[in-house]
């Protein structure tokens, strides 16, 4: 996630909890956070599943499409309680009047300055290299709960996360929610501002990416029921390279 200059807030951030953060193992979120951090928002942030469910099939189809990727690229080496997160941050997102008004546009927000990218797969070379078919198999898993609104409710209001080796200058400025594997997460403080969202008052022009971004990055992964797929992730290159060698371990001789 990129990071943003914010005021800081006027009680000093819980940097105990963040501390005890660090070190906890896998649990619950419940059982991480203090209860205070998991009261309800003044004014809840809940996903809506049902207007992309009503949404043209090529729109449903993208956002499946993005979600999954979300979840697979930054989340797909956590238990599924953290991918769930994940995608419930997205979520968020998408519900939130700060942040772009598509599934894509949340996911892909940022992409086309190379830097400042929300979701840091979409913009670091991560989507060049092809996870394989089992984390695609239950990030799409993950995806079609949250979207169907079947999801359990992981990390209420959460619209930020980092990682926990980590400790990017905004997160002093919201407030933590708990943490889940590998990642902390994040909600605004009361009157306060989300990391990468809309200025209050102020309009956003959201540069989201068209279907042919999205078809292009979801390519390699259209076989993943029928096995790998071929298909290259991004277009070829416009000059040629040459082949590489075949891989000889230690110097041995390749048999013909």
């Known amino acids: 996630m990129t990071s943003l200059r914010f005021r800081r807030p006027k009680s000093p951030p819980r940097r105990a909890f963040l501390a005890a953060a660090a070190s906890c193992a896998l649990l619950p979120i419940a059982a991480q956070a203090e209860p205070a951090l998991l009261a309800p928002l003044a004014v809840p942030i809940a996903p809506t599943p049902g207007s992309i469910g009503a949404a043209p099939d090529a729109v449903r189809e993208d956002a499946a499409r993005c979600l999954t990727l979300a979840v697979a690229y930054e989340a797909g080496n956590q ?34 300055r190379g830097t400042g990218c929300q979701f840091t797969f979409v913009c670091d070379g991560a989507l060049t290299r092809r996870l394989d078919d089992r984390t695609i198999r239950a990030a799409r898993m993950v995806a079609q709960a949250a979207l169907g609104g079947t999801a359990p409710r992981r990390v209420a209001g959460a619209l930020n996360y980092h990682a926990t080796y980590v400790q990017p ?88």
Request: proline content about 14%; hydrophobic content about 45%.
């Open 79 to 112: 238990p599924r309680a953290g991918q769930e997160a994940v995608a419930e941050v997205v979520l968020n997102r998408l519900a939130h009047p700060s942040f772009p008004k598509s599934v894509c546009g949340v996911v892909w927000q940022g992409w086309r």
């Open 169 to 256: 200058g905004w997160a002093a400025a919201l407030d933590p929610v708990g943490r889940i594997g590998a990642h902390v997460f994040y909600r605004p403080l009361a009157g306060g501002q989300a990391e990468g969202a809309a200025i209050a008052g102020q309009a956003a022009a959201w540069e989201e990416p068209d279907h042919s971004v999205i078809a292009r990055a979801w390519a390699r992964y259209r076989g993943v029921d029928e096995g790998p797929s071929a298909a290259p992730l991004l277009p070829p290159p416009a000059s040629t390279q040459p082949a590489p060698r075949p891989f000889a371990p230690w110097g041995l001789p390749l048999r013909p």
